[in-house]
């Protein structure tokens, strides 16, 4: 089952030393296969992408993903872009760039849509109880949607402790995502 890390700005800060350094330290105590650098607030996000992106080049086979700017994360040679839930018209876009594309979804119909129009994997969330995002769909609703598409599956929301990364490893899903997990 892979791991994909998100970073916080709450637990990265926007400091670029502090950043690379809490980086580097969360990429060689977990070994994810994928990581994201979102950070909503940060008015340098560019600069911090590519403090990123210099940290995330030293673990060989890790992919590095951008969130929501597709033309930065091409410039700036990141493995693929993570699409917001709103941005389901950049799919083709990011694709035709040459990015691997991962979208939020939180419904049967948007892992549809995003598998139509041709993204590589979706999160979708809440798996668990997460502050401030609704009600959880649980195990049952993530082992379904998985059997009715063919799209990988990262499960995201609540994944804090090896009981939720089991659950979701029996659930059949590509991986899990998450920030406090990796912390």
Do not use: W
Not at 131 to 138: I, L, Q, R, T
């Amino acid at each position: 089952m892979k791991k994909y890390l998100i970073t916080s700005r709450e637990f990265y800060t926007d400091t670029p030393a502090v950043f690379r350094s809490v980086l580097q330290e969360q990429l060689q105590k977990h070994f994810p296969d994928f990581v994201l650098y979102r950070d909503k607030q940060n008015p340098h996000y560019a600069t911090q992408a590519d403090h990123f992106l210099d940290v995330c080049k030293n673990f060989q086979g890790l992919k590095a993903f951008l969130h929501q700017d597709y033309l930065l994360a091409k410039k700036l040679g990141a493995s693929g872009v993570h699409l917001t839930s709103s941005q389901f018209d950049d799919i083709p876009k990011a694709k035709e760039l040459g990015l691997e594309v991962i979208i939020s979804t939180h419904t049967y119909e948007e892992v549809h849509i995003a598998e139509a129009m041709g993204a590589d994997y979706v999160t979708y969330s809440p798996v668990f109880t997460t502050p401030g995002k609704g009600e959880p769909k649980g195990i049952a609703d993530l082992k379904e949607i998985n059997a009715i598409t063919d799209i990988a599956i990262f499960a995201l929301g609540g994944i804090i402790s090896k009981k939720e990364v089991e659950a979701v490893r029996e659930s059949g899903v590509f991986g899990f995502a998450s920030i406090r997990y990796f912390l």
